[in-house]
C-alpha cells in the first residue's frame, strides 16, 4: 500500500512557501537574507543588511522555537477559534472561543488593520514582511520534514502574512483598555432584544482579566546612575512579570544591521524588534502603569429607542456593525453566528451586568487610546536604534507610541530617565469635574456622554488627537536612582515626588504597593550598589509583608493554648525562613493562605496609611483587637483545613508546590504580599501549584569602559515546543538562580561554547521542494 502522506507533505510545503511569496508581493523574492548564529540556551543572535533580512531571520528563527505558538494566536486575533475548536472552548486567557472571536472581528476589520499597514514607516514594513516569509519558509521546511512541532498535523496550521502580525499588534495595543471588555463589548445588547450569541459569556472570567491583569504584566525595575553605582557608571535591573505562555511570551534574540542596529533583549511574539533590551549606549525596560488608557461614556438614550443616545440635546442613532463567526457544531459542520456590536461617537457599547448595564435609560460606551496608536513598532525600532538618553527620550515623546508601560533607561554614563508617558486620553482635573460621574468611583472613568463638551481635550503638540502631549506627562532624570513596580509616578524617588497630574495619568498620596516599599528599602541606603546587589533583590525571595507582620503573628500564636490545633500551624510560621525559596517550608503555605484573606478587608493594620511616610506605613498587625484576632483565627484554620485537603506533609518544602509545566521547581511568590520575584502560580493539583506568570525575562546591564556587560536568563526558557532542547534549559537555570552572560559583541558571541551559525535565503519552492525526501 502507498502511503501519500510524505507527497502531500512536499506538495503542501511548496504551497506554503509559494503562497508566502504571492502574499508579500510587495518584495521580490530572492531579497531577503540572514544570518542566524545560535549561543547557549539557543538565543539568536540576527544579522542581516537591511530590515527586510532581518524580519526574515526574525521570522524563521522564532518559528523554530516558537511556531505553534504563534500560529495559535494567528488564529485567535482573525477570530477564527470556534472554526475550528468549537464556540464553548476557552483561550489561553480562559475566554470562550466565540467571545474572542466576535471581539477580533470587531477590532481587525480589514480598514482597520490596512490603515494600521499604510501607516507604517519604509522599514518596519520590511521588518513585518521579511518575517512573515521568514516564519512561513521554517513553516515549509518543517512540513517537508514532517516533525519538529506538536501542530504540524492540525487543520489550522497555515502561512501566515504581515497582515496577521499586524493584527497581533493591535490585539497588543488594546491590553490595556477595550481588550480588558471583549465579553461586554461581544454581549452587549438592547434591552427587551434576546441575546444572539447561542451561548453565555462568562463575566466572571473577563473580571478575574481585570483584576489579574497588573499581576500577569506586572513588573520591577530599577535603574541606578553614577552617584550610586560602585563604578560610576549606569546600571540598570529589568523583571517584568508576563504571562509563561500564549501571546505575552517574551522571545530572546539579538538584532544586529551594521552601521544601523545592533540591539539585543527580549520581544513579544510577532514583533520583528525589541521591547525590553540594550545596545552599546543605554539600557531600558518597561513596567505596566497605573494611567487609564480609556474613559467609559454613559450614555442618555432616547426614551423612545434604546438604541438612540442623546447627545446636546438631539437624539442620534447608534451605529450598528454585524459581525459574522463561523463556528463549528458537534457534527463538524460550520454555520455562521451573527452579531450586532452598537456604537455612540464616542465607541462600542460595553455591557457588564452590575456595573455597565444597558437598560431604557442608559448604556455605557468605552473609548480606548490606543486604537488610533499606529505608532508603537516604529516607537520601538525608535528605542532600538537610540545612540542616547536623550534620543531616547525625544523618541517617546515625539512618537508617543509607548501603549500601557512605564519607561525605564540609563546610559553608560550614569544618568537615568523615567517617563511615564504612554498614551492617555486627554482628560485633565477641570473635564474631570465638570464631566465625571462620581458614584463610579476611581476604578474606572466614567464621563458623561450626553454633552460633546465632555470629550477628550486636543493639545496640538500630542501626536494624536485626544491625548495628553508628552510635556503634561510625568518625567524624571537622576544620578542616583530611580524605581517602579507598578504603582503610580508619585515615589519613583522619594527624594523628587512626582506631584499635581490628572489622576488619568497618576494618583498621589496613594498606598504603595509591598514591592515599591521593599524596593526603597533596599534602595534607600547610603552605600553604593553593585550589578550583585541589583541580583539579589529578586533572587533573595524576601516575603516583605513578613517583616511587617509575622512578629505580631507569632505574639497572637503565643497566646494560643499549648494543645491548640493551631500548634502545628504557629511552629511552621515560627521556623519559617520569610523567604519564598525552594527549601521554604509550611510556614510560607500558611503565611500566604492567613495573608491573602486579611488582605481581602485590609483594616487590621495598627499603623494606618499615612501619605507624609508611605514608605512605612501602614505596618503591624492589630492582634490586640477583638476583631483582627477572630479574623485570623479564622483564617488560620481555613489555611490548616486547606492543607489538609491538598494532602500537604508537614515538612513539604515550596519547591515541591509550585512548579513549571515541566515540573521544575520554581522559587518566588505572590507579588500581594512582596516578594520581588514576584510569580504567579494556580492550583491545579491537590499540593500541587503551576506557575502561570510573573518573572519572565531577567536582564541586568551595567557598563564600563568596554560597553554593557549583561547578564539574564528567560525564566521559561526560548522555546515552548515540548520536544526542544530549549523547552526548559534556562527554565532550569531559573531554578538554580543562574544567570547566564548575555553573549553580544562579535567576540562573545563566537567565543561561546554553544556557537552556531546559519545562513538563509529566500529560495523558490521548487529549490525548496528539492530537499525533500
Known amino acids: 500500500m502507498i502511503n501519500p502522506r510524505p507527497l502531500a507533505r512536499v506538495c503542501l510545503a511548496g504551497l506554503l512557501v509559494g503562497f508566502s511569496f504571492t502574499s508579500q508581493a510587495r518584495v521580490a523574492a530572492g531579497d531577503a537574507s540572514a544570518e542566524i548564529r545560535r549561543t547557549s540556551f539557543g538565543v539568536p543572535h540576527i544579522l542581516a543588511h537591511d530590515e527586510q533580512g532581518l524580519g526574515y531571520g526574525i521570522g524563521y528563527a522564532y518559528a523554530q522555537d516558537n511556531l505553534c505558538l504563534l500560529a495559535n494566536e494567528v488564529i485567535t486575533v482573525n477570530g477564527e477559534r470556534s472554526r475550528f475548536f468549537g464556540p464553548d472552548q476557552v483561550t489561553f486567557e480562559q475566554g470562550k472561543n466565540l467571545g474572542s472571536d466576535l471581539f477580533f472581528n470587531w477590532l481587525n476589520t480589514p480598514s482597520a488593520v490596512f490603515g494600521f499597514w499604510q501607516a507604517q514607516s519604509r522599514e518596519v514594513r520590511a521588518l513585518l514582511e521579511g518575517y512573515a516569509k521568514g516564519y512561513n519558509r521554517a513553516l515549509a521546511e518543517l512540513l517537508v520534514k514532517g516533525q519538529g512541532a506538536q501542530c504540524m498535523q492540525a487543520q489550522w496550521l497555515r502561512p501566515i502574512t504581515s497582515l496577521d502580525l499586524v493584527k497581533l499588534t493591535r490585539r497588543l495595543l488594546v491590553e490595556g483598555g477595550v481588550g480588558q471588555f471583549a465579553e461586554a463589548l461581544a454581549g452587549a445588547t438592547p434591552p427587551g432584544v434576546v441575546g444572539q450569541l447561542g451561548t453565555n459569556l462568562d463575566m466572571g472570567v473577563a473580571q478575574a482579566r481585570q483584576d489579574n491583569f497588573a499581576l500577569e504584566r506586572g513588573s520591577n525595575a530599577v535603574a541606578v546612575g553614577s552617584e550610586r553605582s560602585a563604578n560610576g557608571r549606569g546600571m540598570l535591573l529589568a523583571n517584568p512579570h508576563f504571562p509563561w505562555a500564549g501571546g505575552m511570551r517574551f522571545y530572546q534574540m539579538q538584532l544586529t544591521v551594521p552601521g544601523k542596529l545592533d540591539v539585543m533583549g527580549a520581544a513579544l511574539p510577532g514583533l520583528p524588534l525589541i521591547n525590553i533590551g540594550f545596545n552599546r549606549h543605554l539600557a531600558w525596560t518597561h513596567t505596566v502603569d497605573t494611567s487609564s488608557h480609556f474613559t467609559l ?418 525564566a521559561f526558557s526560548e522555546s515552548s515546543e515540548a520536544g526542544s532542547a530549549h523547552a526548559s534549559d534556562q527554565t532550569r537555570a531559573f531554578s538554580a538562580k543562574q544567570w547566564h552572560v548575555l553573549p553580544f559583541t562579535e567576540a562573545q558571541i563566537k567565543a561561546d561554547p554553544q556557537y552556531r551559525l546559519q545562513v538563509i535565503r529566500e529560495v523558490e519552492p521548487a529549490a525548496l521542494a528539492k530537499k525533500a525526501p
Open 297 to 714: 461614556y454613559r450614555l442618555e438614550l432616547d426614551p423612545k429607542d434604546a438604541t438612540r443616545y442623546m447627545l446636546d440635546g438631539k437624539s442620534l442613532p447608534l451605529s450598528r456593525q454585524r459581525l459574522t463567526v463561523m463556528v463549528k457544531g458537534e457534527d463538524g459542520k460550520l454555520t455562521a453566528v451573527n452579531r450586532d456590536v452598537y456604537s455612540s461617537v464616542f465607541g462600542p457599547v460595553v455591557q457588564w451586568p452590575g456595573r455597565l448595564d444597558w437598560n431604557k435609560q442608559h448604556a455605557f460606551s468605552l473609548r480606548d487610546a490606543n486604537l488610533e496608536n499606529t505608532r508603537v513598532l516604529q516607537q520601538w525600532y525608535s528605542m532600538n536604534q537610540a545612540q542616547s538618553l536623550k534620543a531616547l527620550q525625544d523618541s517617546v515623546q515625539h512618537l508617543q507610541g509607548i501603549p500601557w508601560v512605564n519607561t525605564l533607561a540609563v546610559d553608560a554614563k550614569g544618568q537615568t530617565l523615567y517617563l511615564n508617558q504612554s498614551v492617555v486620553p486627554f482628560v485633565d482635573a477641570a473635564l474631570l469635574t465638570q464631566c465625571s460621574d462620581p458614584a463610579a468611583g476611581q476604578g474606572m472613568i466614567v464621563l458623561d456622554g450626553s454633552r460633546s463638551v465632555c470629550n477628550w481635550k486636543v493639545d496640538a503638540r500630542a501626536a494624536q488627537a485626544g491625548i495628553f502631549p508628552a510635556q503634561l506627562q510625568p518625567s524624571l532624570s537622576r544620578n542616583d536612582f530611580i524605581q517602579h513596580s507598578n504603582d503610580s509616578a508619585w515615589m519613583v524617588n522619594p527624594a523628587q515626588p512626582l506631584r499635581g497630574y490628572s489622576p488619568l495619568i497618576s494618583r498621589e498620596d496613594q498606598p504603595l504597593g509591598p514591592r515599591t516599599r521593599y524596593a526603597l528599602q533596599r534602595l534607600s541606603r547610603d552605600d553604593k550598589l553593585t550589578g550583585a546587589d541589583l541580583q539579589q533583590m529578586v533572587m533573595d525571595n524576601q516575603v516583605y509583608l513578613a517583616e511587617l507582620v509575622l512578629s505580631d503573628m507569632l505574639q497572637w500564636c503565643g497566646a494560643q493554648p499549648p494543645a491548640s490545633q493551631l500548634a502545628a500551624l504557629c511552629s511552621s510560621l515560627k521556623a519559617w525562613n520569610l523567604r519564598a525559596d525552594l527549601d521554604s517550608g509550611m510556614g510560607l503555605v500558611h503565611f500566604q493562605n492567613i495573608l491573602q484573606s486579611l488582605l481581602e478587608h485590609p483594616d487590621f493594620w495598627r499603623v494606618t496609611f499615612d501619605p507624609a511616610d508611605p514608605q512605612h506605613t501602614p505596618r503591624g498587625l492589630a492582634v490586640e483587637r477583638a476583631d483582627v484576632a477572630r479574623a485570623l483565627n479564622d483564617a488560620a484554620l481555613a489555611s490548616l483545613a486547606e492543607v489538609e485537603r491538598a494532602g500537604l506533609a508537614a515538612d513539604a518544602r515550596w519547591g515541591q508546590i509550585q512548579q513549571a509545566a515541566d515540573g521544575t521547581p520554581i522559587h518566588g511568590g505572590p507579588a500581594s504580599l512582596g516578594v520581588y520575584n514576584a510569580i504567579q502560580s494556580v492550583p491545579t493539583a491537590p499540593g500541587k501549584r503551576l506557575v502561570v506568570s510573573g518573572t519572565s525575562y531577567l536582564q541586568l546591564v551595567t557598563f564600563d569602559a568596554k560597553g554593557p556587560q549583561a547578564l539574564g536568563v528567560l
